[in-house]
């Protein structure tokens, strides 16, 4: 048990847990309006730990690996290769768009970067050109 003093960001995870916990099903309404009410008025780190001491860390959103578009891509490729066989099964073309749309999976990280090339975010900018923002209005990026 921690003795340090809760922040607001502490008692705003241990409501967000909670609130995940009820939708779940994990909490009735009731358990959850009083277990809010204390985690909102926990002076401590102590007071805020039996509140979630019973309930599971992960939720079920952050167990799911699997990509939403996993399973378009495997009806989509199916139908490629059932056209392919309808149609005389000669060259085997399927394997390029499964391949183009397939290679996502294999290397995700590569492939999607946590910023866009002319992200305007400051935090997020590769500095590769000037965000919009930074160029000024009507300039198209280039200072007059």
């Known amino acids: 048990m ?42 401590s780190e102590a007071e805020l730990e039996p509140l979630v001491a019973d309930l599971p860390r ?17 009806f989509v490729s199916l139908m490629l290769v059932g056209i392919w066989a309808l149609t005389g099964m000669g060259y085997f073309w399927p ?16 492939l999607r970067g946590s910023c866009r090339p002319r992200s305007s975010n400051r935090g997020c900018s590769t500095a590769r050109w000037p965000s919009s923002a930074a160029a000024g209005r009507g300039s198209g990026g280039q200072a007059r």
């Open 58 to 74: 992960e939720t079920r959103e952050r167990r799911s690996s699997r990509r939403p578009d996993f399973p378009p891509f495997v």
């Open 95 to 110: 394997v390029w768009p499964i391949f183009g749309w397939g290679i996502s999976f294999v290397a995700p990280g590569r």
């Open 2 to 43: 921690s003795a340090l003093l809760a922040s607001d960001a502490d008692r705003e995870a241990v409501a967000e847990r909670l609130r995940a916990a009820a939708g779940e099903g994990r909490l009735t309404a009731e358990e959850l309006e009083e277990r809010l009410e204390r985690a909102f008025t926990a002076r």
